[in-house]
């Protein structure tokens, strides 16, 4: 019932875009933006439980540290990659390829301690064997 409730919004908000775009095409940025926070917020209200059950889970397990990485990224890349195309869409695609090479600089930064264990873990692995 969710998924169709947002299909209406998202049909809703094309028919105002299209009415906008017509009317005063100075609004129609705005307009996308807040379908796409609406959106956004959606996204993360129905993933609250999704997250909690992984955090569970890999909390028993002992890769909490993992999960919380894991997470993070994602949730950096989805919301750089929302941000990306608002912004191609307002015609600044300069602005799209930044936001996209921050995110993904951040991920990066984010994974530094996991590149870390997995090459300290290797050079164990390769001096085990002398």
């Known amino acids: 019932m969710t998924t169709l409730k947002f299909c209406m919004i998202a049909v809703t908000g ?3 875009a299209m009415i906008v775009k017509q009317w005063k095409n100075d609004f129609l940025p705005l ?3 807040g379908l796409a926070l609406l959106f ?3 996204a993360v209200g129905q993933a609250a439980p999704l997250v909690e059950y992984l955090k569970q889970l ?3 397990s002992g ?3 993992y999960t ?5 990224s994602l949730g950096i890349s989805v919301l750089t990659g929302c941000c990306a195309e608002i912004c191609r869409e307002s015609g600044e695609n300069g602005i799209a390829g930044g936001v996209e090479l921050v995110g993904k600089t951040e991920i990066l930064l984010l994974c530094l301690p996991l ?7 290797a050079a164990s ?3 085990f064997g002398d």
């Open 63 to 65: 890769l909490l540290t």
């Open 115 to 121: 590149i870390n264990e997995i090459l300290t873990v």
């Open 58 to 60: 890999m909390g028993e």
């Open 40 to 42: 956004a917020f959606a």
């Open 14 to 16: 094309l028919s105002a």
């Open 125 to 127: 692995l390769l001096s």
């Open 31 to 33: 307009l996308r933006l």
């Open 68 to 72: 919380e990485i894991i997470l993070k």
